[in-house]
């Protein structure tokens, strides 16, 4: 969860520079990704200033996660928020080449024999 030093209640709402600050993902970036996923979408005030919600932070914490630590696509991160719950913690979500083929047991397979090939 963002780590946000300011004083104000963990509900309160946040400029884009502050949701910035606190995950290490610049403006630029955030105002790339409310276009690039609808379902972000930061409240707006008078001059288009932003206020991220809990909620919409809680969304970019899981959008950085997906794309920056898990190797996800934009695209398939848009998916995975879309068509499924949360990963954190669970079963990963499937390994899928372009042609729609699911590689993760076939990579696991690999694992396993480097794994015996070590241990013998």
Known sequence: MADFDDGKDSGALRTIGEVGQALGIKPHVLRYWEQQFPMLEPLKRSGGRRYYRAEDVALVERIDRLVNREGYTLKGARAAII?????????QA???RANGEEILPQLRAIRDRLERALAG
């Open 83 to 91: 068509g499924a719950p949360d990963t954190q913690g669970a079963a």
């Open 94 to 96: 499937p390994v899928v």
